[in-house]
C-alpha cells in the first residue's frame, strides 16, 4: 500500500514538503486553514502571493476539510508557524488518525506557555503519536528549486527519524537522524531572535565584523539556554544550530534577518508587519526567550536587546552602545 503523508499548512515549507514527499514516491496531501487561499492553490497549483514561480504537481492533493485532509494518513507534517499551531490543531484535533506520528518544521515557542511546537501539538491534538523536528538550514524558494540541503530529523522515538529520512529521500535533500528533540526545538526558535539582530546590524550598516560578532556570541547564548534546559550542547554546533543560525543570518531571502534590516533602517515593528505577508516568527518568539531566559536565570544580553527594541521603544543604535559598553570577560 502507498504511504500516505498529510501537510497541515499551505505556506512555503508546506508545499516544499509536498513536492519532495511526491518525487520521493508518498501520496500527499495539503490542508490549508484559508479556504480562499485553499480553493486557488488547487485550481492553480500557484500560490504567487508566497512562492512565486513554484508549481505544485498534479498528484498533490489540495483540500481545506480536515477529515479529507487526514483520512488514511500514516504520517503528519506541521508547517504551522509557532503561535498558531494550538488553534490549527484543535481544529483538527477529532480528525487525526489515533497514534498518527507528527513531523514539525515550525520554529518557535508559544508565548503563553513557553512550550515548544512538538509539545503544543500533543497538547492541542492528544490522539497524535510521537512527535519530531524537522530542521536545518532551509531556504523555502531554495528547496523549492530543488538546491542542494541538509536538515536533522529529531525524535524521542528512535523509530521515526528514519521513517522521515525514507519519506523525504530525494537527490536534493540529506537528512541525519537526531535524539535532541529538545535542543533541534530550541535551536530552530533561538536563531530566528538572534537574526533579528544580525538584519539590525546590516540596517544599520554596522559592517560584516559586527554580524559575524553578533552570530558568534549568539550561539553562545542559544548553546546556555539549551543546556541549562537539558539539551545536548553538540546540538547547536551541528545543522540545526550554527548551520542554521548562519543561513538566516547571512540569506538575502531569511524573514527574521530582513525584518531587522527595516528596523535597523528606522522602520517600525508596526510597519514592517503591516507590509509582509509572512510570519516572522523571530519576533513572538522573543517574548518567549526573553521570559525563558528568566525562568532558567540565563544571560541573554542579544536576546535581551532584540526584546527591548521590539517591544520596549528602545532604539537599535542604542541597543548596539549598550551592548558594546557591557564589561569584557572571558570568552
Known amino acids: ?22 518525487v520521493a514516491g508518498v501520496e500527499a496531501c495539503v490542508w490549508g486553514p ?3 487561499v485553499v480553493e486557488t492553490l488547487a485550481r492553480t497549483r500557484e500560490n504567487p502571493r508566497r512562492m512565486p514561480g513554484f ?8 483540500t ?18 509557532s ?16 497514534g498518527c506520528p507528527v513531523v514539525s518544521v515550525a520554529k518557535g515557542i508559544e508565548n503563553d506557555t513557553l512550550l515548544r511546537p512538538s509539545e ?83 540596517g544599520l550598516r554596522l559592517g560584516d565584523n559586527a554580524k559575524s560578532a553578533v552570530l558568534a556570541r549568539g550561539l553562545v547564548e542559544i548553546t ?30 531569511g524573514r527574521n534577518r530582513t525584518c531587522g534590516e ?10 514592517f508587519q503591516a507590509s509582509s505577508d509572512s510570519v516572522v516568527e523571530g519576533v513572538a518568539t522573543a517574548r518567549s526567550l526573553s521570559a525563558l531566559a528568566t525562568r532558567f536565570d540565563v544571560e541573554m544580553p542579544i536576546v535581551r536587546t532584540v526584546h527591548a527594541v521590539l517591544f520596549e521603544g528602545l532604539k537599535p543604535a542604542d541597543g548596539v552602545v549598550q551592548l558594546m559598553a557591557r564589561a569584557s570577560g572571558a570568552e
Not at 521515526?160 to 530552530?188: H, T
Request: aromatic fraction near 4%; hydrophobic fraction near 50%; charged fraction near 15%.
Open 1 to 22: 500500500m502507498q504511504k500516505r503523508a498529510s501537510i497541515i499548512g499551505d505556506g512555503q515549507m508546506g508545499l516544499v514538503l509536498a513536492d519532495a514527499l511526491t
Open 262 to 271: 527595516a528596523l535597523g533602517r528606522g522602520q517600525s515593528l508596526a510597519e
Open 120 to 202: 503544543v501539538l500533543k497538547a492541542a491534538a492528544p490522539r497524535l503519536g510521537a512527535a519530531c523536528a524537522l530542521s536545518g538550514p532551509t531556504i523555502a524558494t531554495e528547496l523549492a528549486a530543488r538546491q542542494p540541503a541538509v536538515m536533522v530529523a529529531a525524535s524521542d522515538d528512535p523509530s521515526l527519524p528514519p521513517e522521515v529520512q525514507a519519506r523525504l529521500d530525494v537527490p536534493w535533500l540529506r537528512i541525519y537522524a537526531g535524539s535532541d528533540l529538545l535542543g533541534v526545538e530550541l535551536a530552530g526558535a533561538c536563531k530566528n531572535v538572534i537574526a533579528l539582530a544580525a538584519g539590525i546590524c546590516d
Open 83 to 98: 503561535q498558531f499551531i494550538r488553534p490549527v490543531w484543535t481544529r483538527l484535533a477529532e480528525a487525526v488518525p489515533e
Open 34 to 36: 484559508f479556504p480562499e
Open 224 to 253: 546556555r539556554l539549551g543546556t541549562a534546559m537539558g539539551a545536548d550542547a553538540g546540538t547547536f554546533y551541528g545543522v540545526a544550530g550554527v548551520g542554521d543560525l548562519a543561513t538566516t543570518c547571512f540569506s538575502p531571502h
Open 64 to 81: 481545506a476539510d480536515p477529515r479529507e485532509a487526514l483520512a488514511g494518513a500514516d504520517l503528519l507534517f506541521n508547517a504551522i508557524p
Open 55 to 62: 508549481h505544485l504537481a498534479d498528484a498533490v492533493q489540495v
